[in-house]
């Protein structure tokens, strides 16, 4: 792997199934009554966080402290960048701590990789503005394994606000990498102008491509990101592209249903289908620490691990 994590696009084939495979024995460790590993003794993970996120700064906190990191959680709130400390000011702090690992959610597009070039640490980018958030892919494919066995060849459906979506965009670039064939459906005014770049299939039509999915992935609908109206009505909006127990009726059998989080219930996805058994979103949650722990142990492990032997250390 290289020495940064900053697009999913990073990511060789074997990269991405280093990670998968890596998760995979580190999940183990969440089965202990002890649930650590002396892995990153010694070592300091930094989460900088310049925009609001529970579910994602509690991931990468619990990752790092199973693999008994120190942990420094910064918060752009009280801090000096509500002073108007400046990005490359704050970085150049981080690095007179000496930190290994700077875990770094921003608003703007590209922080991660402009870190990347300010500090000697690994760079762990956990969300930039519209961009991508590549471990949220690592955690999804990870949880998709995990329900369907191997991802080459599956069918996995992105639906709704894939123009603010980072995390539709990571998932894409990974998904492919593995081998997935991906559709993106949304409406015309919420697909980004290079959608054509991308390496997946478009479609409008929700109901045309649900009997020939495996995995069904809906996405929130980021009106604080929107700046205009993108859609009629909200209503309008899960009529066409929401997620309903009659339109989950229409996927084959063995189909999941997945959300990144957090959800509109009754938006995109109807509360009776966030609460399915075919539903994987509590699942998301658990797996994305195992898989944040990936990352973080081969990022700043300093070799490749013996994985079987490390998770049961």
């Known amino acids: 792997m290289k020495r940064h994590l900053i697009s999913a696009a990073d990511l060789t084939k074997d990269d991405a199934l280093l990670v998968l ?4 024995e580190l999940a183990q460790v969440a089965g202990r009554s002890i649930k650590k ?19 994602t700064r509690i991931s990468f906190e619990a990752a790092a ?12 709130k009280g801090s000096s960048v509500s002073k108007g400390e400046s990005l490359k000011d ?41 961009h991508e958030h590549p ?49 993106v459906v949304a409406p015309p005014t919420l ?20 009997p020939k999915s495996d995995v069904i ?5 980021q009106q604080e990101r929107m700046n205009a109206a993108y859609f009629p009505t909200v209503r309008e909006y899960s009529r066409r592209y929401g997620l309903d127990g009659e339109r989950m009726a229409q996927l084959p059998e063995h189909a999941i249903v997945m959300h990144p989080g957090p959800m509109n219930r009754g938006v995109e996805i109807a509360a009776d289908v966030a609460d399915s058994a075919r539903s994987t979103i509590v699942e998301q949650v658990a ?27």
């Open 191 to 210: 697909l980004p102008v290079a959608i054509d770049t991308w390496p997946c299939s478009v479609s409008y039509d929700l109901d045309s491509v649900l």
């Open 21 to 24: 495979d890596t998760a995979e």
């Open 287 to 313: 797996n994305g620490v195992s898989a944040r722990m990936a990352v973080l142990y081969l990022l700043l492990s300093g070799s490749e691990p013996a994985i079987g032997k490390a998770a049961s250390e």
């Open 65 to 76: 402290k199973r693999l008994s990191a120190d942990v420094i959680n910064f918060s752009a």
């Open 90 to 130: 704050t970085a150049l702090t981080l690095e007179a701590m000496g930190a290994d690992g700077v875990v770094i959610r921003h608003g703007a597009s590209g922080a991660p990789h402009r870190l990347a070039g300010w500090v000697q640490g690994s760079v762990v980018n956990a969300g930039d503005g519209t």
């Open 37 to 55: 590993l002396p892995t990153l003794r010694g070592r300091t993970v930094v989460n900088l966080f310049f925009e609001d996120s529970t579910r």
């Open 135 to 183: 471990t949220q892919a690592l955690l999804d494919a990870f949880t998709m394994r995990r329900r369907l066995g191997e991802l080459e060849g599956r069918r996995v459906t992105i639906v709704g606000d894939v123009l603010h979506s980072r995390v539709a965009r990571s998932n894409v670039l990974l998904l492919d990498t593995l081998g997935a064939d991906v559709t």
């Open 217 to 221: 992935m809906m996405l929130r609908v």
